[in-house]
């Protein structure tokens, strides 16, 4: 059982391995007592939430798992993962670069060649070409079913809640990714019959948002019930629990192991996170996803002191607004103390997008 906290951990390795994968990351205030303890009270809350989750014994996950998965990218996690390696079973940190140059690709590369061997020694077997392969069909198979789910979120009316998708892309970091499939798929089959009868989950008319940021990991469902409490309809997430995770598929093709693992990190470097600098590719995907959505409005969510994301945000918000999408900035955490403020702030957005 392995477990990671980012979206450049390839979970195709992990299957390569039979092992299962996890996403640790964790979306709720609990623990902080504790956490802060270790980390600055300005420190993010998905990173003091893994924190506390571990220390207060919390996530069952994180103490299961045989090895757990760090990685450089923002300053948050790879300090913060210094301390972190030293509570689990087995821990093992992966380099990443900032920079999407030549050297960059070749750094990803080494990694993922890195991670290979670690899995290895982890589970005492040689990866093969066909391990490897059936590791990546089963990622793609996955990848495709959630983008079947997110295409189906363009129709008006929406056929389903913002919250619900947000939910099932949460899922896809825990269950077992061939039920999860079957199970994503069977959702999608409902909801095309919804459409098809002309149901929807919200009324036609009703505001569409697009959230843009920091992942939403599990059990951060703070922001989805406000903007649909609101009026409003969350219609899709660029985000790691969201498009930008979960996009792209890698190629199968490849007579060997390493084949196999370049075209992966051809793959992964096409994330568009913001630990990467510059980072253009994520406006042109906003800019894509708000125009394939038919969305109304972009909320672009940060976590407070995520430097990465509230830096973007201004840049999100200048390119946006230039063609003509209206953008509600939002820095938050976990806690409850700005539920009302939000509210507020959401409540006269969805107004003014309405009108
Ligand atoms: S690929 S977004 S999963 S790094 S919110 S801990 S960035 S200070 S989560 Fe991420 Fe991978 Fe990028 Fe995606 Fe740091 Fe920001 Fe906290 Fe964050």
Known sequence: MVGSFCVYVPEELVLAIDGVAVGLCAGAE?????AE????????ALIKSFFGFTLEKVCPYTATCDLVVGENTCDGKKKSFELFG????????MDMPQVKS?????????EYRRFAAE????AGQKITVEDLRRGIETVNAKRAAIHRLNRLRAVSPAPISGLDALLIQQVSFYDDPVRFTGSVNAVCDELEARIAAGVGKAETGRPRILISGCPMAVPNWKLPPIVEAAGAVIVGEESCVGM????HEANTDGATVNDL???LVDRYLRIDCATFTPNHERLGHIREMAAGLAADGVIHYALQFCTPYQIEAVKVEGEIEDVGMPVLRIDTDYGSDDVEQLRTRVEA????ISQ
Request: hydrophobic share 40%; proline share 2%.
């Open 37 to 44: 303890r270790y980390l600055p009270r300005n420190t993010c």
């Open 86 to 93: 030293g509570m689990v079973k087995r821990f093992w940190l």
């Open 244 to 247: 930008r995770g979960l996009r």
């Open 102 to 110: 030549s050297g960059g690709r070749a750094l990803l590369a080494e």
């Open 30 to 34: 609990f623990g902080t007592e504790e």
């Open 119 to 122: 899995l290895e020694q982890l």
């Open 261 to 263: 693992i370049d075209n």
């Open 349 to 352: 957005f969805v107004e003014w």
